[in-house]
Structures are given as structure tokens and as C-alpha cells.
């Protein structure tokens, strides 16, 4: 988080990976196998012994624990500290924002004395729940700088057209007992980002939408109080970002791509203030990516002269300039990092010095520039548990207190409260207290090599303490991301149902510079980014980890395309597939909503296509800037028919041999229903089995706990079924969930 840039409290958005279940082998039935518990099983009679332990707890860790909401998240201070605001679930099971008034009541546990101590529940009786969401629970929110407004995003039914909401917490509650939200941001298919907020300027902010043209996003100068807003600065049609300069509080950059070349540029603007000349108003193309580079503008600095800003030019990976914003020189190379990209940066609010920056190779390492900082982050992991990263999610305006996250790879993410002046540390709660009744496995980063002698990053959790079980591969989404360490709970699921994990930063992956993103250009589907992961799972089988007769692909977003693939194109290597469309966020790892990065800017394709033409060819319309860069790294699918069949799962259905879950959210914009519809009606044409599990009321991802509890109980019995020596829990309906199952329904229309 840029503490140069807007103050962003860190908030949980909690959007899971959409999983899919609709039986269908020798008859159409939603009814899945139903696994009672079974023990687990081994190869050649092997059972567990001192020396093959499981990683996690013997009994089955419920799915309803691993995924339900969690009991209380993203803990917000105001800026003026009278107020601590975080995230819970209503009394109907709904997460909505709950806030404390820490003038008349205690904060946290008063006897702790480090980020450990006081895991007792979490009394709410002080506090009052002030929105009343009642489907789709609210996955961000921060605080306005009036210190009595909270702002949060809502969609409606996964169609990602988010609106911006505020509501008053010291409003008169309504009938109902809750404060009236306002909608910011009105109109049918308006979709609001690009949120920026100010200190100096606490009565009002800026917001993007699409209002005006659904394909851009202009800015908006709203003043949230009244509801008043004006247009401030119009999109030309290019310009896929926007940033501020924090005194003045003026639009004065713009992040523009290149349709034709997917080139990167950087356009500036001078202050009102110091224009003298008519002239001096227009735009600058000031900083220039050319395709394969990556960079882009941090932060302006008070002289109004210089800034901050992230460049590959010259380089392998982004180091961290300062630079001359009137002619675009280099002033000076402050950090680079010969492995991975410069990553997160801390700057004084006001000077703009710069106080510390992160980069991740395999786990998150910081850099410090001011030395007190320093001190207050070796104070903090000193004093919480051992081998936790260490976040600060809040501040207060003067930053005398922080609430601070301690993130995990084998337990709950807890926060506590930094009382700075005292060094004092209080326990506030942990996300999910249920876990901590349960044990789960630690998870290792690794390295593995390609077959062309490239470095891929890893992160195993293994099932048993040593010999090999059946494995998961778990292919993250995007495909331009990543994977990081931390606490998965569907590493921790797999792992308690007897199955190692292994998830793996394939060529093409984000953080790695640029010579390593753009070696998975072209290279979908038959090409070196599918071939790292056969090489991670031959990696697995040769260090004695996987059983190579029992392996699961899994992948949701460009990891469900993965698990196509993979059972289309190395058809031998897989005992089953989980294709699911949308992304599965570990809440408490999640960046905000209201923090659009626009300086590493590329698109997810969160999505399991089946055909990349049709694919791209449904695409929302404001990715339309982004298009041409996505087909110079696909592919041009578009032009080149033969290539789009020779990389689209589709065209191959009958090279699949392993059985298939597919899920889907129906109102998914990124990933229109007939992606999934057309994978799995061509292999149920073909005999292969399949199962379909379609949510009417989702869209990418999951986000009703129902539905997410649901479809990862249909998958406990589909993996139990087909992983040897795999265990589930019993299946039971899931009350709520709105489950719906295309297979079955085209079998009663054949059958009418």
C-alpha cells in the first residue's frame, strides 16, 4: 500500500472460485457419490505410522469452517481513532460492516500482551451492525477522511457492475435499526473504480464510471455528503488509469494503452496553479513502455517537479526511479532486484520521502529507508506468531495507532492493535477462531526447474509427513498473476482429505520481470506454459511427493482453461479434472476494491474458456483497450483460425479421458454461461463423463457462502471418488444454495 497515494484500508473481499458439480456418467443426476467418512486408504496396504503422519488433524475439518464467511474481518480505525469499523456476518448469515465506538467502550483483549494472546471470541455486544445487505455480502469498504462515513462497493448478483455506497454512522438509524446507505454512483449497468480519497480534502473524492460511455471510465468529483457530483476529468477512450497529485488533489496523470501495439504510455498534466500559458494545460506523453516492458507512475513529490516511478527499460525487472516529470529523465535508481519486480511502496504522507518498499521472489521481503519504521516492524514480528508476515491493514491520520495482520500458512490470519507512542500491542480477534480447534499443514515455497532449465517458484502443502499421496495441482488465474504463500483453505482442504497440493508461478506469471512474463506469450494450451505444469507434477513424482496414478488438475479463472488443457493435451497425466470459473481470494490477502493498480495494468482472463475466440469475442466492453495486448500474448486467435483450434480445449473433447467437473456463476461478464455450456454438452455428445454445476445468482466467483459451501461439497465426493485413498465428508444439500444443473435439464428436454 502507497501511504503516498490515498489512505486505502485493507478490507477482505471475499470472492471464491466457482466450483461446479452435475452428475452425469451412466444417468443424469445432481445426486453426488456420497463418501461416509471413509478412512484412508494407501498403496500396498501402507497405513499411517509415527513415521507417515497426516499434516492436519485426523478427523475431517468441516467445509463449512474452511468456507464459510469468515466471523470478523478487515478491521478499519478512522482517522481520527474514535472508531474501529470491520466486517462480520448478520444474524442472516450476510457479511455487512459492524463499528465500535471506542470513545464508550474497550478495544480488543485489555490483558494481552502480544499479537497472540486473547483468542476469545469477539464480543459484539458493543458494537452495531450499520448496513443491512441481505444476499451479497460486502466484500470492501474504507473509511472516509470526515471520520463518520464509510464507503462500500456492492454489485448486483456477480454482474460486477459495482456502485459506490456511503453511509453515516452517527445517521439516525432507520426503521429497521440500521443508517441508510446512499448510492454514489446510480444508473442501470454502471460500473464505478478508481476510487480515490484525500485527507486534505476530507468532503470529497474522486470515482470512475462508465456512465457517460460504457467502454471508458471518465472522473468524477464527488461530494459524497450531498450526493453532488460533476464530471472532472473525460476519457478520450485510452486511458485505462488515472492518478493524483495529493496536494492540489488534481487529476494530473493518465496510464494510456495503445490499442494498435499494446505499448504503455504516460500522459501529464501541470497543476492549474502553475499554469502560466494556455498550452501549458494540455496533456505530455511523458514515460513510454513499448510492448514487454512494465512500469508505471507511484507518486508526484511536493516540488511538483519530480516523482516516483517503477520502470523495466534497461533493466530485467522494475526497479524504483525518481524522475523528471517535465522532461521524463531519470534523476536517480533508488532499488532494484536482479530476481523479481520492486513491489509494494511506503511513503510519507506528506514529504513523500520514501520509508520502505517490498519486493516477493517466494516470500515477501522488505527494504527499509527510515529507520524507526524499521524498528516498529521488527517490534511487531517479534511480538506475534513465528514465521507470520506482517501487514499494516490501518492507520489513524496522526499514526499513532495501527492495526496491524499477522498472515499465516498453517492457521487463521489474526490482527492486533500497535499503540506506537506505548509500544503496546492488543489482540483484536482472528478471522476465523473456528480453525484454530484444528491442525493444518505448513506450507513450503520450492523451486522447481523446467525442462529448459527455467526457475519456477512453488508452494507445496503436503498431506502426509513423507511418501507420496495423490496430488493437486492447483494453477492460479489470470494468467498474468501469481501465487504467494499464505493460508489456502483449499491447500488445508485437500491436504485434510489425503491430498498434497502444489501450486506453481508458470512462465507467464506476474513479478518475475519481464523476460519471464513474456516467455508464455503464444504459449497456451500446447505451448511452455502448460508444459511447466506437467513439469512441476513430474517434479512432484520424482522427489517421492505425488502418486503418479493419482493426480487432480484444478484451476479456476485461466486455471480452469489449464485443466482443460491439460486433460485435452496430456491426457495420460491426470486421474480428473476441476474446471471452475472465477478466482478463490483468501480474504485477508485481498487488496482493497479502492486501490486500482494501474502501474503493473493487466487484464485477468478469471475463466475456464473452452474457446478462446468466443471468449474474447464476449469480453466486457471497457476491456476493449486492453484486447490487442491480450491477443499479441495469446495469440491472434481472431486472424488465425487454426491456431485458435489448435489451443482451445474444444476442438479436442475427445482426447479427454479423466472425468470433469465443470461450475459456473450465470451471470458472469467476463465468462459468458456458453463457455461451459459448450465443453460440456460436446463431451456428454461423446460419452465422457462430466458433471455441470450452473449458480443462477453468481457471477465470476462465488461470493454466497451457500453456493461456495455447496459446490466444494460436491467436489470433497468427486476428488474422494477418483483419488485413491482420498476421504469426504458426507454430502448433505446445502440450505440456500440455488445449485442448478444444465446436464439434467437437457436430459428432460430429450427426454419430453
Known amino acids: 500500500m502507497h501511504a503516498s497515494m490515498m489512505r486505502m484500508a485493507s478490507l477482505a473481499v471475499i470472492a471464491f472460485l466457482p466450483m461446479c458439480s452435475v452428475g452425469f456418467s451412466t444417468g443424469f443426476s445432481h445426486k453426488p457419490h456420497l463418501i461416509h467418512n471413509r478412512p484412508k486408504q494407501y498403496p500396498a496396504g501402507q497405513r499411517l505410522t509415527s513415521l507417515c503422519e497426516r499434516t492436519t488433524s485426523e478427523e475431517l475439518i468441516p467445509l463449512k469452517i474452511l468456507f ?13 481513532g474514535k472508531y474501529l469499523a470491520y466486517l462480520a456476518p448478520s444474524p442472516m448469515g450476510v457479511m455487512n460492516i459492524y463499528i465500535r465506538d471506542l470513545a464508550h467502550s474497550t478495544l480488543g483483549n485489555d490483558n494481552s500482551n502480544t499479537a497472540t494472546d486473547g483468542v476469545a471470541a469477539w464480543d459484539k455486544s458493543q458494537d452495531r451492525m450499520i448496513t443491512n445487505e441481505p444476499k451479497r455480502g460486502i466484500r470492501s469498504a474504507t473509511w472516509a477522511y470526515d471520520n463518520t462515513t464509510i464507503f462500500y462497493m456492492q454489485d448486483c448478483d456477480g454482474d460486477e457492475n459495482f456502485h459506490l455506497f456511503a453511509v453515516n454512522v452517527t445517521q439516525t438509524p432507520s426503521e429497521e435499526g440500521i443508517p441508510r446507505a446512499r448510492d454514489l454512483t446510480p444508473g442501470e449497468n ?54 493524483t497529485e495529493d496536494t492540489t488533489f488534481e487529476i494530473r496523470a493518465a496510464t494510456v494503452r495503445n490499442e494498435a501495439d499494446s505499448s504503455t504510455t504516460i500522459r501529464l498534466r501541470k497543476s492549474a496553479d502553475l499554469i502560466a500559458r494556455e498550452e501549458e494545460a494540455e496533456w505530455r506523453d511523458v514515460f513510454h513502455f513499448p510492448y514487454g516492458e512494465e512500469g508505471g507512475l507511484i507518486d508526484f513529490c511536493p516540488d511538483q517537479k519530480t516523482a516516483y516511478l517503477t520502470s523495466s527499460l534497461g533493466r530485467e525487472t522494475t526497479a524504483l526511479l525518481k524522475v523528471d516529470v517535465d522532461t521524463g529523465a531519470t534523476l536517480e535508481e533508488i532499488y532494484s532486484n536482479e530476481k523479481c519486480n520492486v513491489g509494494g511502496i511506503t511513503l510519507d504522507k506528506d514529504s513523500k520521502a520514501l520509508r520502505a518498499l517490498s519486493y516477493n521472489y517466494a516470500r515477501t521481503e522488505r527494504i527499509f529507508y527510515d529507520k524507526e519504521l524499521e524498528q516498529d516492524y521488527e517490534f511487531l514480528k517479534a511480538n506475534g506468531p513465528t514465521d507470520a508476515e506482517v501487514s499494516v491493514v490501518s492507520r489513524t491520520q496522526d499514526e499513532s495507532k495501527w492495526i496491524v495482520s499477522y498472515f499465516q500458512s498453517d492457521g487463521p490470519t489474526s490482527y492486533a492493535i500497535y499503540d506506537k507512542p506505548m509500544q503496546a500491542i492488543t489482540h483484536l480477534f482472528v478471522t476465523n477462531p473456528k480453525l484454530l480447534e484444528y491442525k493444518f499443514a505448513p506450507m513450503e515455497d520450492v523451486r522447481i526447474r523446467a525442462r529448459d532449465g527455467l526457475e519456477l517458484v512453488g508452494y507445496l502443502t503436503k498431506a502426509v509427513t513423507e511418501g507420496p499421496s495423490p496430488l493437486i495441482l492447483l494453477v492460479h488465474g489470470g494468467p498474468w498473476a501469481r501465487d504467494y504463500w499464505g493460508f489456502d483453505a483449499r491447500c488445508q482442504w485437500f491436504a485434510n482429505r489425503g491430498y498434497a497440493t502444489l501450486k506453481v508461478n508458470f512462465r507467464g506469471s506476474t513479478g518475475y520481470g519481464k523476460t519471464f512474463l513474456h516467455k508464455g506469450d503464444k504459449q497456451w494450451g500446447v505451448g511452455d506454459m502448460q508444459h511447466d505444469l506437467t513439469d512441476a507434477v513430474n517434479w512432484a513424482i520424482e522427489q517421492g511427493i505425488a502418486d503418479k496414478d493419482n493426480i487432480c488438475i484444478y484451476g479456476g479463472s485461466y486455471g480452469g482453461y489449464a485443466c482443460l488443457a491439460g486433460l485435452t493435451f496430456t491426457p495420460d497425466l491426470y486421474k480428473c479434472g476441476v474446471d471452475i470459473v472465477g478466482k478463490y481470494y483468501i480474504c485477508e490477502s485481498m487488496k482493497t476494491m479502492f486501490k486500482v493498480s494501474w502501474s503493473q495494468f493487466h487484464v485477468y482472463v478469471d475463466l475456464g474458456p473452452s474457446n478462446i475466440k468466443t471468449l474474447l469475442d464476449s469480453v466486457p466492453s471497457y476491456w476493449a483497450p486492453l484486447r490487442n495486448g491480450m491477443l499479441i500474448k495469446i495469440g491472434d486467435v481472431d486472424k488465425d483460425s487454426d491456431f485458435n483450434e489448435k489451443i482451445s480445449p474444444l476442438f479436442h473433447v475427445d482426447k479427454i479421458r479423466a472425468p470433469l467437473l465443470i461450475g459456473h456463476g450465470a451471470n458472469d461478464p467476463r465468462v459468458k454461461q456458453a463457455e461451459a455450456d459448450q465443453i460440456a454438452f460436446s463431451m456428454i455428445e461423446k460419452g465422457i463423463p462430466v458433471e455441470y454445476v450452473l449458480y443462477p445468482d453468481e457471477g465470476h466467483g462465488f461470493s454466497r457462502p451457500e453456493n461456495r459451501i455447496d459446490f466444494n461439497a460436491r467436489t470433497d465426493q468427486f476428488l474422494a471418488k477418483h483419488l485413491a485413498g482420498g476421504r469426504a465428508e458426507e454430502f448433505i444439500e446445502i440450505e440456500g444454495s440455488t445449485a442448478t444443473f444444465p446436464l439434467l435439464k437437457k436430459s428432460e428436454e430429450v427426454s419430453s
Open 190 to 243: 454502471v460500473k464505478a473504480q478508481n476510487i480515490i480519497t484525500n485527507y486534505r480534502y476530507p468532503y470529497e473524492i474522486l470515482v470512475g464510471t462508465n456512465e457517460r460511455n460504457p467502454k471508458v471510465f471518465d472522473m468524477y468529483r464527488c461530494f459524497y455528503h450531498t450526493g453532488e457530483k460533476y464530471l472532472d476529468t473525460l476519457n478520450p477512450g485510452d486511458v485505462i488509469g488515472w492518478k
Open 68 to 80: 464459510g464467511n469468515p466471523e470478523n474481518t478487515s478491521p478499519m480505525l478512522s482517522p481520527d
